[in-house]
């Protein structure tokens, strides 16, 4: 779960590509794509709700 927060506030910021994404974290392409699918293009929002609250926050893969 943590890993999808964190991608989808780099997502939500729009700053980096899904591989600029990938290289930065580590996460999976597809969970990068199942991410931008939930946080753009589902009505449920949930990831929008709570996003606005929070600055982003980056960090390298460990």
Known sequence: M????LVAQLLHDGKLSYRQI???????????????????????AGYKSVLPEKKSTKCKKS
Request: aromatic share 12%; proline share 0%; charged share 30%.
């Open 22 to 44: 990938h290289d930065e974290t580590g996460v999976s392409i597809a969970t990068i794509t199942r991410v931008a699918r939930f946080l753009f293009h589902e009505n449920n």
């Open 2 to 5: 943590k890993e999808r927060w």
